[in-house]
């Protein structure tokens, strides 16, 4: 005799998915608020630059490459119990989700490449401010991720700002006296 179990595991998993969405949504809020309240400058060294440029990226990789493993894993089992409807249900919602990712992933591609670009135009700042100023590159840290007029540029002796052309080509320095030195420097 064969028993089919009248609850409908989609409900766990659709639970699930809204958990951790929420949980998602309540650390950026919380980040967001540390940021509103936070006194403290940060600023980043030419490490943490490099990586982060390639860091968001394989994430995103990692969590559609997880997820079609799911889905292979949930398929089979349904094939091999066909009369086990809870895996297929599982599996269209895995497989509602790996569009939902790739559609994310695809929107996103431009955004990337235009924020990859920035990423690489401020360490290419750094390396040349490095060059300039005759300092090592790992002793320079700025507070910005992307190459903006009058970032702040810290160095071991003191912090500057960046003035720059219109087209970013060129940039003067000037001396800057942070109002409150409580700075937090991330470095990778």
């Known amino acids: 005799m064969i028993v089919i179990s009248k609850q409908r595991p989609s409900k766990d998993v659709a639970f699930f998915i809204s958990k951790i969405a929420l949980t998602l949504l309540q650390i950026s809020e919380s980040t967001r608020q540390k940021k509103r309240g936070c006194l403290s400058m940060d600023f980043y060294t030419?490490?943490?630059?490099?990586?982060?440029?390639?860091?968001?990226?394989?994430?995103?990789?990692i969590f559609i490459f997880v997820a079609l493993i799911l889905l292979l894993i949930l398929f089979s089992l349904y094939m091999r119990k066909r009369i086990e409807t809870k895996y297929r249900d599982l599996?269209?919602?895995?497989?509602?989700?790996?569009?939902?990712?790739?559609?994310?992933?695809?929107?996103?591609?431009?955004?990337?490449?235009?924020?990859?670009?920035?990423?690489?135009?401020?360490?290419?700042?750094?390396?040349?401010?490095?060059?300039d100023q005759q300092l090592d590159e790992?002793?320079?840290?700025?507070?910005?991720?992307?190459?903006?007029?009058?970032?702040?540029i810290k160095t071991p002796t003191q912090y500057y700002t960046a003035h720059f052309n219109d087209?970013?080509?060129?940039?003067?320095?000037?001396?800057?006296?942070?109002?409150?030195?409580?700075?937090?420097v991330n470095d990778q």
């Open 138 to 152: 790992t002793q320079i840290s700025v507070n910005s991720t992307t190459l903006v007029d009058e970032v702040i």
């Open 91 to 131: 599996s269209i919602i895995l497989l509602l989700v790996i569009v939902f990712l790739i559609g994310v992933q695809y929107s996103d591609y431009t955004q990337d490449q235009s924020t990859y670009s920035k990423y690489s135009q401020m360490v290419q700042f750094v390396h040349q401010l490095a060059k």
């Open 167 to 184: 087209d970013m080509s060129a940039y003067t320095l000037e001396t800057v006296y942070l109002v409150n030195p409580d700075i937090h």
């Open 46 to 61: 030419i490490a943490y630059l490099e990586n982060q440029s390639t860091f968001n990226v394989y994430l995103k990789y």
